[in-house]
């Protein structure tokens, strides 16, 4: 996934997920913000809170 479309994931997550942790909200943030590569754990956890969402993860 390239950087803009995880942006928009992120901004989708944060707009319409239900109930996010401080934590999630706080990640989701940095990958909405930061183009570095995310690290497998980090994409892992990335597509956990985006299928919880509703969204694709492509």
Do not use: Y
């Not at 928009?8 to 590569?37: H, M, W, Y």
């Amino acid at each position: 996934m390239n950087f803009e479309q995880r942006r928009q994931d992120a901004l989708a997550i944060l707009n319409n997920a239900e109930r996010l942790t401080r934590k999630a909200g706080s990640f989701l943030g940095q990958c909405a913000v930061d183009a570095a590569p995310l690290t497998d754990r980090q994409a892992h956890w990335f597509e956990q809170l985006a299928e919880r969402a509703g969204l694709r993860t492509e």
